[in-house]
């Protein structure tokens, strides 16, 4: 058994390289070719085909504005002062994408190039309708297709009901209810992985992510932790975001428990997750119709009829206003760099140092 991804040595077939992928790193400086099996701060782990290399990437988002993430594929090159590095990035497939906890509105990549999203919750505690709906809706918008897993099944004798109530509330979406103690199901999920298809795990600590990962792979390849019994959660035994080839064929990009989840930029996975209300309101008589009081809103007939729930419209509504203000603060804050942009050009013809931008000075905590 191990938890380090540096004694894993996948070939570049199995981690879903492709003639495309090819074409684009003969475009690139490159003397080597892999994909990043984990990112931190100013490092990558790159699976290259052999032995797992470690690789400076900092620069290649001051370069570019794109900072690598796990499950993207790069060209690494030998620079004869830094040693191994990242030269460039190729453009994803897909993107699980929250936004990135802190006042500056910017994206945070989650997985990158992933093909389907697990989106967890455990029977052994209340499922957040909530939680779920927002999951999918960045599920969505990822471009991936998202994929349902109440896992912990045999601690709820009820789970065929709490199947048949997500799925009320997850259109177009598989809904499966899994038991890693006594394997029901799981044979279910395994048909998901094969050959090179990436999974990204999304939920809470605690809620049995790197235990699948654990059944999937016939071994132990991640560390796992007790749930407190006090409140079920779990203790952050996974803090980094792994991609792990499993033996069998298949792909995992496992992740911390993630309790904050902005949306970023999610139109189209609001969309998806809402239809009925999506539909719904392009039938209103106003293209501007706030679904109050307005005459000939289709959301209130569906409201009227039933065929739209009281606390969907609330949720939507509130998720609509989130993304709304984003809108709002993404202008703004380019506003103030285009402002700051020009009076720094202007610094520089006048012969004055220009100022350097607060970002990225201490504050407050930083939240996970």
Request: hydrophobic share 40%; proline share 4%; net charge neutral.
């Amino acid at each position: 058994m191990t938890d380090d991804l540096t004694a894993l040595t996948p070939n570049l077939d199995s981690l879903g390289w492709t003639a495309q992928l090819t074409d684009w790193a003969n475009t690139v400086p490159h003397q080597r070719t892999g994909r990043i099996a984990r990112a931190s701060r100013g490092f990558s782990l790159v699976f290259t085909g052999g032995q797992a290399e470690l690789a400076a990437s900092s620069s290649v988002r001051s370069d570019t504005g794109l900072a690598p993430s796990t499950g993207d594929f790069v060209a690494l090159v030998d620079d004869p002062e830094d040693g191994v590095s990242v030269a460039a990035v190729a453009e994803r497939r897909t993107a699980l994408i929250r936004r990135s906890p802190g006042r500056i509105p910017e994206p945070q990549v989650l997985a990158a190039n992933i093909d389907d999203v697990f989106i967890m919750h455990g029977l052994d505690r209340e499922v957040s309708l909530n939680r779920l709906e927002r999951q999918l809706v960045i599920a969505w918008a990822s471009g991936a297709s998202p994929i349902v897993l109440l896992t912990k099944a045999d601690q709820f004798p009820n789970h065929a009901e709490a199947v048949e109530t997500i799925s009320a509330i997850a259109a177009g979406v598989a809904v499966i209810a899994v038991s890693n103690t006594n394997g029901h199901n799981v044979d279910l999920v395994a048909q998901h992985l094969t050959g090179s298809r990436t999974i990204a795990l999304l939920g809470l600590s605690g809620v049995g992510k790197s235990t699948l990962v654990n059944e999937l792979s016939d071994g132990v390849v991640q560390r796992i932790g007790e749930v407190r019994a006090t409140d079920r959660r779990g203790r952050h035994t996974t803090v980094t975001r792994d991609l792990i080839p499993l033996p069998q064929g298949g792909i995992v990009i496992d992740t911390p428990g993630v309790r904050e989840i902005g949306l970023w930029q999610a139109r189209d996975g609001l969309d998806m997750t809402f239809p009925e209300l999506a539909a719904a309101a392009a039938t209103c008589r106003f293209a501007d119709c706030e679904h109050d009081a307005e005459p000939g809103c289709g959301v209130k007939s569906g409201l009227f009829d039933g065929t739209i729930l009281q606390r969907r419209l609330v949720h939507w509504k509130a998720l609509q206003a989130e993304l709304d203000l984003q809108d709002l603060q993404i202008e703004e804050f380019q506003r103030r760099v285009d402002s700051r942009s020009r009076a720094n050009v202007e610094r520089r013809m006048d012969g004055e140092r220009p100022r350097k931008s607060k970002r990225g000075k201490k504050g407050g905590k930083k939240r996970r």
